[in-house]
């Protein structure tokens, strides 16, 4: 589903209304919307990024933003890399390089490869920041609705722990943030007309096409290709 962004912000601002969230520091809002966004899961959420990466000795760091990886595959080859299936990928006595095909396996914020040096592009889901560092949302008023929700719901819960709301304010909060997460997750599960298209052609296909994986899913989507 294709969509604009919105700076946080505007979404703090909506939050700090409610009476009992005006304490709330800039910093817990962020760190409550990264949560969410995880919670959640849902990839339209995010945004889609290809970055070229350098492989030296194995290895190298994978993106700061770096949510979910999507693919990587050679720069100069085109080739795609498979994750590995070595027990021993991480064992320096046991280096060597596929005579195969190439892979790569994810630990931290490392990404290693079966391959000492070389050039790759990594196909990724990160949370979109502004050019100060702070997140982007899709601006959506259901998506705007569930976190405040959430954000009330952390603070709640907190109160109530320390004894200070009773335990159907609680509820009624839970309550809150269940229709609207709810409400959020099937916003952007819709589809529009393209993704339709792509879907239906896909599912088309009930025999999965060979070399598909190696061609990056290009045609996944077409019909009779």
Known sequence: MATKYTNLKVIVDKIMRHPMLTDISYETIIDYTIDFLRIVGVPTLFLDKVVPLCINNYRCAIPTDFIELIQIVDSKTKECLRKA???LVLSN?????????????IQGSVLYTSFVT???E?????????TDGYPLLPDNPKLF?????????QKFTYLFDMGKITPAILQNTQQDYSFAVGACETEFLKLDLGDAETLFNTLKSLVPRENEFKRHFLNTGNKGV
């Open 145 to 153: 609705r569930a976190l405040e929700q959430y954000v009330k719901l």
């Open 122 to 130: 990594m196909a990724y889901r990160a949370i979109g920041v502004d």
């Open 85 to 87: 299936s070595d027990t």
């Open 93 to 105: 006595s046991c280096k060597k390089e596929s005579s195969i095909d190439k892979t790569y396996f």
């Open 118 to 120: 070389g050039r790759i």
